[in-house]
């Protein structure tokens, strides 16, 4: 499985005035990794569709972030 979440850790500069964010992350969305949608995928209920803004579960990507604030080393 691929993680929808990427970290990299930025330069931080000797004489930056501003607190450094020692690790930054940007989404992926599963989108990008699906190329075609093939059929027979699973399908959530109408209510779990309406909740989470997708038909099918492998589309599903949450946001924020689940790891934010998850020390990344």
């Given at each position: 499985m691929f993680s929808q979440f990427k970290y990299w850790k930025p330069f931080i500069g000797p004489f930056d005035?501003?607190?450094?964010?020692?690790?930054?992350?940007?989404?992926?969305?599963?989108?990008?990794?699906?190329?075609?949608?093939?059929?027979?995928?699973?399908?959530?209920?109408?209510k779990d569709a309406l909740m989470h803004g997708t038909l099918w579960p492998q589309l599903y990507s949450p946001y924020p972030d689940p790891n934010k604030g998850v020390k990344k080393d």
């Amino acid at each position: 499985m691929f993680s929808q979440f990427k970290y990299w850790k930025p330069f931080i500069g000797p004489f930056d005035p501003c607190k450094p964010i020692k690790v930054k992350s940007y989404s992926t969305p599963p989108h990008l990794y699906i190329g075609f949608q093939p059929p027979g995928m699973k399908q959530f209920s109408p209510k779990d569709a309406l909740m989470h803004g997708t038909l099918w579960p492998q589309l599903y990507s949450p946001y924020p972030d689940p790891n934010k604030g998850v020390k990344k080393d």
